[in-house]
């Protein structure tokens, strides 16, 4: 299994764009699911970790095109909107934001996969399943492979939990990690046109 994934990850530049999920909050950074990611990649693959606390999808929108340039990347990580949801933010703009950057990311000739959050039950059923609708919409019109949620298996359990109920403790780490893998290593065997068109 160790060399086959040395294989699909060689040369390979990972971006990760995402928010407190993604950026180990209140946890070491080695901790993190995406520090993880890098070692599992090993030494031929390189995982930049743009994940922010807080971020919503319309700051990442305007960070993108600098990341981008500046890194290079074969691969963009989206795993944003909780912020959004969080905030009150309309699922129709996040759903425009998050369009935007898978196109701006496949311009840059990169492939692109999108994972999902989810929201509180205490933000409704109605608003939850319109949230929740939005990366299925996204993925249907793209036809980019979809995480339908980031934290599968995790949220879920309050021993994987921080004491806020929102974000994920260091144990949760590796789980998250085989969620984002799982969608990731198709990718890792695509040439930089292999997106699917749903």
Do not use: C
Request: hydrophobic share 45%; net charge neutral; proline share 7%.
């Amino acid at each position: 299994m160790g060399p086959a994934m040395g294989a699909g990850a060689a040369d390979e530049r990972v971006l990760v764009l995402g928010d407190s999920l993604s950026a180990a909050y209140n946890m070491p950074t080695e901790s993190g699911w995406v520090a993880r990611l890098s070692e599992r990649l090993g030494p031929d693959g390189r995982v930049i970790n743009a994940a922010i606390s807080g971020e919503t999808t319309a700051g990442a929108r305007a960070r993108l095109p600098a990341a981008l340039e500046r890194h290079k990347p074969s691969i963009v990580i989206i795993a944003l909107g909780g912020n959004d949801g969080l905030r009150g933010i309309s699922p129709a703009a996040m759903r425009d934001n998050l369009l935007a950057m898978i196109e701006r990311s496949r311009a840059a000739g990169a492939r692109v996969l999108l994972a999902g959050v989810r929201l509180p039950a205490n933000y409704g059923t109605a608003f939850i399943e319109r949230f929740r609708q939005v990366y299925r919409d996204v993925a249907e019109r793209t036809g980019v492979r979809l995480i339908p949620m980031l934290l599968d298996g995790v949220a879920e359990d309050p021993s994987l939990m921080q004491s806020d109920g929102i974000h994920p403790n260091a144990k949760a780490q590796p789980i998250i990690l085989q969620t984002v893998w799982s969608g990731l290593a198709p990718l890792l065997e695509s040439d930089p046109e292999g997106s699917p068109a749903g």
